[in-house]
């Protein structure tokens, strides 16, 4: 039983630590990219995203990184943890192509 116990925090360190990674690029990313859309309007993008979709993804990589910590700390499922930033990005992108 205890085996059981410590593979399962073993499991939830490594995928915590995968999701905290992947989300923290993402917020990363969308941070610079709206530091670089407003910073410096005078280079003419090809296509531009808009700040509201950038806002959401900044939501979903921060509420990415919220649940890395949950599933690092074994208090939320790894699925659970895994769905909601997945459900938070797919917001965003069918919000982008539906309505830009």
Known sequence: ???EIDQNRSLNFILGLTELLFSGLSLY???SLLYRYQMHPEILWA???PAE???LN???GLTGIYCAYLLLRNKMAWLKAYLI???AFLASF???VLFY
Do not use: R, W
């Open 47 to 49: 296509f531009q995203v």
């Open 94 to 96: 069918l919000l982008e």
């Open 53 to 55: 979709i950038i806002a």
């Open 29 to 31: 990313h969308h941070l």
């Open 58 to 60: 900044i939501l979903a």
């Open 85 to 87: 930033p997945s459900l």
């Open 1 to 3: 039983m205890h085996q």
